[in-house]
């Protein structure tokens, strides 16, 4: 194998939280019941896909949570942004209800796509700012952010449009053709890359010819910066940067964040491809382990207090799972209905 | 005003679309225009020439040569409440942008709920010696996807009616406009400000003999076949389908009722071409009234080549309509 085992520069790495912003405890608990939240619906997600409960596939973003969690704690509300398939964390953030993911997951029929879309993709940009897309080769949401952006920019709003996308998705052509457009009529758009060192099976070195993806952003003259993915304050200090740029009407901004996906590609995906040293060197970075072990020590909780915010989420996704089971399933006497508009 | 609005009171093709989106920039501020070159330059075609200096840069925008990126941009613009009109400069570079229309603009209202009023203006069509990525005829490949709506206009008058009607669609359209109807097509228009409904076929000629279904450029050249097979003693009907989606079944339909005989002419190759899929129309639902099999003129199966005499043998012209008219009214 001729891949480089840990794509993580030593200077980034960490295996503690650095705190490096005063944070008032509210929000310390809001990010822990997001990323704890996401932990347990997505394991909940995996046990009902091996048990045959969900059809189809699963995709989690098991590992990744810091990074949604955080970027979407530094969005404004009226920002827009989009998912793959590892930011369930950031929908949580954004008010979006587990009984309604669990249910979409289920194919039943529950707003906006009334069972016609997987559980893995939501657009809804009156509620929660989350974009519709093409979600279907790789970096196609890359153009369509930079059209939110225009939107934006064209009505003199000072309103940001953030693209989640992993490593796997900056080798298609329209990543470029997106942040090119971008970056060519400085429009707010933040790009922010999980590189989570392999798109699928596929390790970075076989992925690029680049050592990170932030080394691509001297082609479209915008900021590309690097940083450790699996600390929240990390990830916020430098999305919040990131953010403001754009928002001050300085053109598009990368940011890539070197994290790793503790699952598969999809559950259905066993990982043999993961050596064994990468795999044990990312557990212990765990970006939740990290979090508890902040917020037990430098952040003053008590265990009993995020003993009683897992029972919460613990709570909530067992009442997302009886709720899709109790709600219908979308009928096919409708499936022709709503194909244009009038 | 343009060139060719001046002579003799009658405008062309080409002038006629520039009309429209003028026309309907002026009437509504959403409508903003993307695409290649069409800035300063007013576009391969010239037909957004002026634009530029009357809407400005932010209604007019110049992109970079990246069909899919700002066909991927302009759809989220019309999401978000812009009517963008997006300008491919060849028909044929609409592969670039493939995804985008077809994974995006046609899907995100039957998956989300939300229109994405957008219109793909797609210069289309051979018989100008374009060679094979400047003549092509790829309406069929998104009449085949749901969500679309296809128009492809063939007079003046239809061209702007049917584009202003497609700018105030709230579904991603795609119009076809041919190439080679730009300046050889021109007549007097009237000066409202008038719209032709999507889905609404037209009748060019009428007649008792045989039904003619056809779309584009090929309606001028079957109605040549058509008035030299009125001199041989046959009328035949030429229905012009103007939309291929929606499309109007009944005109066609009720047609073939009257003359129990069809031919069916498309500009595109043969193979999998829309016209394929009017004659299966018909066969299904007429063929109680049919007196000959439904005949099909098309583009043959090979790229359209560039040199004049192979060009000529690959597309359908008033030649190979009159004789394939005859076969039909002689069987």
């Not at chain 1, 969690?69 to 209800?97: I, K």
């Not at chain 2, 800035?39 to 932010?58: H, N």
Request: aromatic share 10%; proline share 6%.
């Amino acid at each position: 194998m001729h891949t480089e085992p840990i794509y993580l520069d030593p200077a980034l790495d960490r295996t503690a939280i650095a705190p490096v912003e005063l944070v008032a405890r509210e929000d310390l608990l809001t990010w822990y019941r997001v990323m704890r939240l996401t932990r347990t619906f997505e394991q909940k997600l995996a046990a009902l896909y091996r048990q045959g409960g969900i059809l189809g596939a699963a995709y989690l973003g098991t590992g990744q949570e810091a990074i949604a969690t955080g970027v979407a704690s530094v969005m404004q509300p009226r920002d827009y942004f989009n998912s793959v398939s590892r930011e369930l964390a950031a929908w949580f953030y954004r008010g979006v209800e587990p009984k309604h993911v669990m249910a979409r997951w289920f194919g039943k029929d529950v707003p906006p796509s009334h069972g016609r879309d997987l559980g893995l993709f939501l657009a809804d940009l009156e509620r929660y700012g989350l974009a519709p897309y093409a979600n279907a080769p790789m970096g196609s949401w890359l153009p369509s952010g930079a059209g939110y952006a225009l939107a934006f920019k064209l009505r003199r709003e000072p309103r940001v449009y953030v693209a989640f996308t992993g490593e796997g998705a900056t080798s298609p052509g329209d990543f470029y053709e997106g942040i090119n457009f971008a970056a060519i009529h400085k429009l707010p758009l933040v790009i922010i890359v999980a590189n989570n060192g392999f798109a699928y099976s596929t390790p970075v070195s076989d992925e690029m010819p680049v050592k990170n993806v932030a080394d691509r952003a001297p082609a479209f003259n915008i900021p590309g910066e690097i940083a450790f993915g699996n600390d929240i304050f990390e990830v916020r200090r430098v999305a919040r940067r990131a953010i403001e740029h754009a928002r001050q009407g300085l053109g598009p901004y990368l940011v890539e964040f070197k994290t790793f996906r503790q699952r598969g590609h999809g559950e259905h995906d066993d990982m043999s491809y993961v050596p064994a040293g990468l795999r044990a060197f990312w557990e212990r970075r765990d970006p939740l382990r990290m979090y508890i072990d902040y917020l037990q020590h430098g952040g003053g909780m008590t265990s009993d207090q995020l003993s009683a915010i897992d029972a919460e989420c613990t709570a909530l996704v067992e009442e997302a799972v009886q709720y899709a089971e109790s709600v219908p399933y979308p009928s096919p006497e409708k499936v022709a209905w709503r194909l244009y508009a009038d | 005003m343009a060139a060719g609005e001046t002579m003799g009171m009658t405008t062309t093709y080409l002038d006629a679309i520039s009309q429209a989106l003028r026309e309907e920039m002026r009437r509504d501020s959403r409508v903003i225009l993307l695409g290649e070159d069409i800035g300063v330059f007013g576009g391969a075609f010239k037909i957004t020439r002026g634009f530029l200096d009357e809407f400005g840069s932010d209604r007019v925008i110049d992109t970079p040569i990246s069909e899919s990126g700002f066909v991927g941009a302009a759809c989220a613009a019309a999401i978000e409440g812009f009517r963008p009109v997006v300008e491919f400069q060849f028909a044929d570079f609409v592969t670039c942008a493939f995804d985008q229309i077809v994974n995006f603009a046609a899907k995100a209202y039957y998956r989300w709920g939300t229109p994405v009023p957008v219109v793909f203006r797609c210069p289309s069509g051979g018989g100008f010696r374009g060679g094979p990525f400047h003549s092509q005829n790829p309406e069929a490949w998104f009449t085949h996807v749901p969500g679309l709506k296809v128009v492809q206009p063939s007079t003046p008058y239809d061209a702007k009616g049917l584009l202003k009607s497609a700018i105030r669609d709230n579904n991603p359209v795609m119009y076809f406009e041919h190439k080679h109807l730009y300046r050889r097509i021109r007549e007097q228009l009237p000066d409202d400000d008038y719209v032709i409904p999507l889905g609404c076929a037209d009748v060019k000629r009428e007649g008792r003999d045989l039904t003619i279904v056809t779309y584009g450029a090929m309606v001028h050249d079957s109605l040549a076949a058509a008035e030299r097979l009125a001199k041989d003693g046959a009328e035949c009907e030429v229905i012009d389908l103007r939309t291929l989606v929606p499309l109007d079944k009944k005109c066609f339909l009720d047609s073939v009722r009257k003359t129990s005989r069809a031919l069916v002419v498309y500009e595109a190759h043969l193979t999998g071409g829309f016209g394929g899929e009017v004659a299966a129309i018909i066969a299904q639902e007429a063929f109680d009234d049919l007196d000959a099999p439904v005949v099909r003129v098309a583009s043959m199966d090979v790229p359209i080549p560039f040199s004049p005499p192979l060009e000529d043998a690959v597309l359908p012209s008033a030649d190979k309509i009159y004789r394939a008219a005859v076969d039909v009214l002689e069987y």
